[in-house]
T-cell receptor, first 112, second 115 residues
Framework: DQQVKQNSPSLSVQEGRISILNCDYT??????FLWYKKYPAEGPTFLISISSIKDKNEDGRFTVFLNKSAKHLSLHIVPSQPGDSAVYFCAAVQGGSEKLVFGKGTKLTVNP | EAGVVQSPRYKIIEKKQPVAFWCNPISGHNTLYWYLQNLGQGPELLIR????????DSQLPKDRFSAERLKGVDSTLKIQPAELGDSAVYLC?????????????FGPGTRLTVL
């Protein structure tokens, strides 16, 4: 059973607009969340993270929002750029487990 | 600074043959991970090392998979014998410490095709 769910396999947006990638989780013991970005033929690279004690974390064009009551987080990219086109993975950590649980990923395409 | 190095990048073998993947983590990273990524899925942890000790191998299919990190630096993952369902990308990652919140640095992966 998928504990971390990314229900949108793909997303297409226009350059300059906002990209919103969503992630839901089922395990209420998760207390840290990360987003990784992956280009073809490369390994995932860390993008941004958020602790469960926060509801927002911002880093430049990237902002992650966490809604604990809904068990939902989202990654906002503003403005979107063609170089942002990649697969984005949501991952979660259960405190003390030291193990990342990944979603299936969402392929973002930013059109010029 | 060099990132996580993996070799080979691609491997094609026939079923029932053995195969081995090699990983060299970032210098100074004591924690090393092997992940399996099937097509259309996220990475799934196979085994985690802290130095030379395998501290989490609960997801490693031990009947055919084995791994080692003898000197606590580079690591080898082996499959013997390979099955058709083993076709996937095998990712290696490393981090400075065992805490999962620490950023894990991934290598480019080895794409295995079993015919």
């Amino acid at each position: 059973d998928q504990q971390v769910k990314q229900n949108s396999p793909s997303l297409s947006v226009q350059e300059g607009r906002i990209s919103i990638l969503n992630c839901d989780y089922t395990n209420s013991m998760f207390d840290y969340f990360l987003w990784y970005k992956k280009y073809p033929a490369e390994g995932p690279t860390f993008l941004i993270s958020i602790s469960s004690i926060k509801d927002k974390n911002e880093d430049g064009r990237f902002t992650v929002f966490l809604n604990k009551s809904a068990k939902h987080l989202s990654l906002h990219i503003v403005p979107s750029q063609p170089g942002d086109s990649a697969v984005y993975f949501c991952a979660a950590v259960q405190g003390g487990s030291e193990k990342l649980v990944f979603g299936k990923g969402t392929k973002l395409t930013v059109n010029p | 600074e060099a990132g996580v190095v993996q070799s080979p990048r691609y491997k094609i073998i026939e079923k029932k043959q053995p195969v081995a993947f090699w990983c060299n983590p970032i210098s100074g990273h004591n924690t090393l991970y092997w992940y399996l990524q099937n097509l259309g899925q996220g990475p799934e942890l196979l085994i985690r090392y802290e130095n030379e000790e395998a501290v989490d191998d609960s997801q490693l299919p031990k009947d055919r998979f084995s791994a080692e990190r003898l000197k606590g630096v580079d690591s080898t993952l082996k499959i013997q014998p390979a099955e058709l369902g083993d076709s996937a990308v095998y990712l290696c990652a490393s981090s400075f410490d065992r805490v999962a919140e620490n950023e894990q640095f991934f290598g480019p992966g080895t794409r295995l095709t079993v015919l």
